[in-house]
């Protein structure tokens, strides 16, 4: 399979496991869940910036979102990645990002690079979410790669 096309598939995944962590949220109220969201979500829509080259010196990553904001969020950062890669070729993931960290560290990577930490930080908090849903004694959704494939095929 090509990387670009794995990456939709990857990317598809991502968008359905945060909107199955949403509307769990939205019913059970588990702050240190609905922070961790935020974070995961304001940090995808911060990497995408950082794709065009941005300067996220003092970018704050822990921005206390509510819930429906989230669900905004989340539906922007999936339509934002689904047309990058729409129109991505293979060779576009070679392409590089000059960007700033929130602490001000100049870095360049390229979009494959960029675009696989998203989905791995994504998966680890949403990890942390599932964990701090458990933790307060609420049913945590289902949300491994293995039942999105189910669901889609």
């Known amino acids: 399979m090509e990387t670009v096309k794995h990456l939709r598939q990857l ?4 968008d ?3 909107r199955q ?6 019913m059970n109220r588990c702050e240190k869940a609905r922070k961790t969201l935020a974070h995961l979500l304001v940090t995808e829509n911060e990497y995408f910036e950082r ?11 822990w921005q206390d979102l509510m819930v429906e ?13 689904e047309n990058l890669l729409k129109q991505m070729g293979e060779e576009g993931l070679e392409q590089k990002a000059s960007y700033k ?3 001000g560290i100049a870095y360049q990577n390229t979009f494959r690079e960029l675009l696989t930490h998203v989905l791995f930080h ?14 307060a004694d609420f049913m945590p959704p289902e ?3 293995i039942i999105f494939l189910r669901e889609i095929s």
Do not use: M
């Open 51 to 61: 794709l065009g080259d941005k300067d996220s010196t003092g970018f704050d990553f």
């Open 143 to 145: 949300i491994d790669y």
């Open 69 to 81: 904001d989230c669900g905004e969020l989340a539906q922007k950062n999936a339509e934002k990645f």
């Open 122 to 135: 994504s998966a680890t908090h949403r990890g942390n979410i599932v964990v701090a849903l458990r933790e």
């Open 21 to 26: 962590v949403v509307p769990v949220l939205e």
């Open 101 to 103: 960290t929130s602490e």
């Open 11 to 14: 990317f598809a995944y991502n």
């Open 16 to 18: 359905w496991a945060n």
